[in-house]
Nanobody
Framework: QVQLVESGGGLVQAGGSLRLSCAAS????????MGWFRQAPGKEREFVSA????????YYADSVKGRFTISRDNAKNTGYLQMNSLKPEDTAVYYC??????????????????WGQGTQVTVSS
């Protein structure tokens, strides 16, 4: 079992920054990937970014590439999503997830079997 707890969401003005954290307990991420997804009101949950825990390989959705940075701290078993140059369209509930992602299916929800409760990010214009 893996428990994931997100933190770091909040309200920020457009152009601002936030850093989300995802702390894992239970089992470690070592054989897994950690992903970040988001869901805006009335929209489907969408992929944001992912990191292969063992190698540090990272993946980003085109909409956040160059603005968001995913990272991890092995010692703390915690992942991070640094979000810069935020836009109103980034407003959503952000979820972290862990899973044995096979191949390059980082953007697929079924690739992840553990999910956090979500943290709200609101970007005002």
């Amino acid at each position: 079992q893996v428990q994931l707890v997100e933190s770091g969401g909040g309200l920020v003005q457009a152009g601002g920054s936030l850093r989300l954290s995802c702390a894992a307990s239970g089992r470690t991420f070592s054989s897994r990937a950690m992903g970040w997804f988001r869901q805006a009101p009335g929209k489907e949950r969408e992929f944001v970014s992912a990191i292969r825990w063992s190698t540090g390989d990272t993946y980003y959705a085109d909409s956040v590439k160059g603005r968001f940075t995913i990272s991890r701290d092995n010692a703390k078993n915690t992942g991070y999503l640094q979000m810069n140059s935020l836009k109103p369209e980034d407003t959503a509930v952000y979820y972290c997830a862990a899973g044995p992602v096979y191949g390059r299916n980082y953007q697929l929800i079924p690739s992840y079997d553990y999910w956090g409760q979500g943290t709200q990010v609101t970007v005002s214009s």
